[in-house]
């Protein structure tokens, strides 16, 4: 698990609640440099609420066991340029300017207004007086990059394509939409506030143009998982606690279910991860009018504590073969929980970032609203896959479900400084 | 965006009471006797209730399970026998709300820890609130007369199903594509009236009644949508299906609906099956007609729509008179919504069938769409009304 950043931490740039600062003061023209020193001292006091920094250096990228903010704002890109150079260009940007964004800086040393009065801002500006809000920013690469549809190898990292990374299967009952699924990169943001997770998309996707187009976007409030056992699990659209039994930041777990491992296959992605993205949309309406039984015969657990239908609270141990007054298990076997156990799946446990989504209503008048699934984890072979098969096949919940899209990255590494996203594969 | 994860969060702490409070309201709406929270510490050896008596009305009990055993929780008539309320499957460290319209009298209490025996009783007294209870004398007699017409109607369909099934099947081995076209909606609708039933069977809803999307890797593709599909191929890119195929395709299809045929003969049903039932088939029609899914190649969505609206009026009226007994206006609402959706559904109408899917305009879907949902949410509480009190 990350800590914030000391205090102190080296800064380039101009801090956007510095500058607010200045402005605050009334100082409107004196956005230069040099009044910084004076803004940094004022930051080297009380934080306000809110501004809590995640290092954006280390082995891990940050965003994946970072203790879950509360909002999401996800993209993926596909690659316009074929150029290799161009691309490691871009990442070397991305880097930069998401280091810059995390510690609440602008993405330049000239800002949103400290640039020509003729040109565009450099940054966009909408989290000027933000703080830094939590921001982690992560990024992936997908199926794609590796060899296009036409299999055309077109940054000569077709051989270094991990052996794990294709396109998800068709899973039963899939209704999923080419138009938002894969991308050749993937953004993931996650903030204390949604404007500062925007924010950083809008601003790496602008770095982009020329490079990158946009393939498809989420956004999602309302985390509907945890990545750290100080958080209380908190509950998805059907007003369920879910997911109980999947791995938090214990070392122990990420090293064995997480981290792709030195030995593993290619060595490149070692200390990254996978990345198995799926928007699920939830049919409220009727979730709504099922009644209470049913609702936590699905789910196999309570709806009041979020504990097994074996009782005992929200973490004890289901117990699957505890018998009801018709001698059937209290927890159905085709519950949700029952599928998603570990003790159903060889023990295999995911790391899962999901949030909870609405893109407002259908043409319907139903809300369009759902789970934004994000689940991270060393082997898709082991671990989602065969998982989401089991689901897909029998899950009380799929009643009540649909799968719209369903997209696969590779997360490689965490970055060190002065070096940039994925550099382990393109230095090979 | 942060109101609406507060409302998210909030909404979740509330439903456990929305169940209660709208069984109260609805089966008593001139009156607030919710005369509080009975709360049932139920252990191994113990069974504590909070209070010794309640108002007659509605009486809410908070059973919480506080041994290492599965428990169940009853209230029991003076006798000791006629159960009024029951809560059962209750895990250790769980709590269940039960619910119950409690006439003046006498009762019993019963925790039953491991759920065996006569279990740990205590009287409970209900002293009058002068609130007048519904009547429920004729009610289990109406439930039992709907019950066994519901079973009789289950054969019925399903007898037609199969009838019509071997008609459907016959014209599609011969080639005569016309008269199988012809033959498919009118047919599966016998099937759409009784699908909560049909759908129980877990081994040949799949094989009769799977839509492509829903195919498993490796799951060989049988049933009505298969045949659906080489009636209405794809304009591009589809291989029809060889007459060895349609052979194939077209005896299993019988096969396994005389399967079906055969084994509805015997059910029985109970009075939640048919509140329940009911709304399933509305959310049948909420989640796959109205969006056009379940009939993709065919586009005869409509049909269904109407087949799964008969089934859901069939079981409302065997217990109509129960519902509007103890809960009039619920009846009067349920009365207009299905007239209501019935007459948007009749603007649709073309000769003895409907117009397709596709013809249908994006405003006319969401009319159809309305009325589903203003007839859903009342029918949502159609089986606690016909439950309570009994």
New interface residues.
């Given amino acids: 698990m990350r800590e914030p950043a000391e205090e102190g931490t080296a800064r380039t740039g101009l801090s956007r609640r510095a500058l607010l600062g200045v402005f605050g003061a009334g100082a409107a023209t004196a956005a230069g440099i040099g009044a910084a020193g004076v803004a940094l001292a004022r930051e080297a006091g009380e934080a306000p609420a809110g501004d809590r920094r995640f290092d954006f250096f280390g082995a891990h990228q940050a965003g994946i066991t970072t203790p879950m903010q ?2 999401l704002y996800f993209a993926a890109v596909d690659v316009t340029t074929d150029s290799r150079e161009d691309l490691i260009d871009l990442l070397r940007q991305w880097t930069e300017a998401a280091a810059a964004m995390t510690q609440g800086r602008e993405i330049d040393a000239l800002g949103a207004l400290g640039g020509s009065y003729d040109a565009a801002p450099e940054d966009t500006g909408e989290a000027l007086g933000l703080p830094a809000s939590g921001l982690t920013v992560t990024i992936g690469f997908g199926p794609t990059l590796f060899g296009d549809q036409r299999g055309r190898d077109r940054f000569g990292i077709a051989a270094d394509r991990p052996p794990g990374l294709r396109e998800l ?2 899973f ?4 999923t939409d080419p138009a938002i699924s894969g991308g050749d990169l993937c953004i993931q943001t996650c903030a204390d506030d ?1 404007q500062v997770a925007v924010h950083a998309v809008r601003n790496l996707i602008r770095i982009g143009f020329g490079r990158t187009t946009v393939r498809w976007s989420q956004a999602g ?2 985390k509907s998982s945890v990545t750290s056992p100080d958080d209380a699990t ?2 998805n ?1 059907f ?2 606690k879910d997911g109980t039994a999947n791995i938090t930041g214990d070392p122990a777990d990420t090293d064995r279910f997480l981290w792709v491992a030195p030995t593993d296959d290619p060595a490149w992605m070692a200390g990254g991860t996978y990345l198995a993205v799926r928007k699920i949309r939830m ?1 409220i ?2 979730w709504d ?4 039984r ?2 936590e015969a699905v789910f196999g657990r ?4 979020g ?7 929200e973490f ?1 141990t289901p117990d699957f073969t ?4 018709d001698g059937q298990p ?1 927890i159905a076997a085709d519950s949700h929980m029952a599928l998603a156990h570990p003790s159903a799946n060889d023990g295999q446990r995911i790391l899962r970032r999901a949030y ?1 989504y ?1 893109d407002g209503s259908d ?4 809300l369009d609203a759902g789970l934004f699934f994000l689940a991270f984890q060393r082997d898709l072979d082991k671990q989602f896959i065969p998982l989401q ?1 089991r689901l ?2 029998s899950d009380l919940m799929n ?1 009540y479900v649909r799968y719209l899209s369903s997209s696969v990255f590779a997360v490689p590494p965490g970055v060190q400084p002065g070096g940039y996203w994925g550099q382990s594969l393109f230095d090979l | 965006m942060d109101l609406s994860v507060r409302t998210g969060v909030v909404a979740v702490a509330v439903p456990l009471l929305v169940v209660t409070v709208a069984a109260c309201q609805s089966s008593t709406p001139s009156q607030s006797a919710d005369t509080g929270v009975v709360s049932v510490a139920s252990s191994d050896e113990s069974c504590e209730v909070s209070a010794a008596d309640a108002a007659s009305g509605v009486v809410r009990f908070a059973v919480s399970n506080t041994g290492s055993q599965v428990t169940e929780f009853y209230v029991l008539g003076e006798d000791g026998l006629r159960v009024m309320g029951e809560a059962e499957n209750i895990a250790p460290g769980l709590t269940r709300d039960l619910v119950v319209q409690l006439p003046p009298g006498s009762y019993q209490l019963a925790c039953k820890p491991g759920m065996t025996g006569d279990g740990i009783r205590s009287d409970f007294a209900v002293n009058d609130s002068g609130v007048p209870m519904p009547t429920s004398d004729d009610d289990s007699a109406v439930i039992e007369r709907a019950t066994a017409n519901y079973a009789a109607y289950v054969r019925d369909q399903s007898d037609q199903l199969l009838k019509d099934t071997k008609e459907f099947a016959a014209a599609y081995q011969a080639g005569d594509d016309d008269t199988a076209r012809a033959l498919y909606a009118p047919t599966r609708m016998h099937w759409e009236r009784i699908e909560p039933v049909a759908e129980s069977f877990g081994d040949l809803d799949p094989i009769l009644d799977a839509r492509e999307a829903d195919l498993e890797p490796g799951q060989k593709w049988t049933g009505w949508h298969r045949i659906e599909k080489d009636l209405w191929p794809p304009r591009s890119g589809y291989q029809p299906l060889t007459q060895k195929q349609r052979d194939k395709l077209a005896e299993q299809l019988v096969t396994d609906t005389t399967t079906l045929a055969d084994r509805t003969q015997d059910l029985t049903f109970t009075a939640d099956q048919l509140g329940n039932g009911a709304k399933e088939l509305l959310d049948e029609v909420a989640t796959g007609k109205i969006t056009g899914e379940e009939e993709a190649w065919s586009h005869t969505d409509l049909w269904d729509f109407q087949a799964n609206l008969e089934g859901a009026q069939v079981m409302y009226a065997g217990v109509r008179p129960v519902v509007a007994d103890r809960n009039p206006k619920l009846a009067a609402t349920l009365d207009e919504e299905f007239a209501n959706i019935q007459s948007a559904l009749d603007r649709h109408r073309r000769g003895d069938g409907f117009v397709l899917y596709p013809d249908l305009t994006p405003k006319q879907i969401r009319e159809l769409a309305t009325s589903v949902d203003a007839l859903g949410e009342p029918l949502s509480a159609l089986t606690v009304t016909v439950l309570q009190g009994r």
């Fill in positions: 509360n909002n299967p068709h039963p009952s899939d209704m949604a409030f309302g908190p509950r659209l007003g369920f049919t309406e009727t009018r099922t009644s209470l049913e609702q309570s709806k009041r504590e504990s097994p239908l074996s009782g005992g609270g004890d505890m018998a009801g007054s209290l909870n609405t043409g319907l008048g139903r098969m897909s096949k009643e």
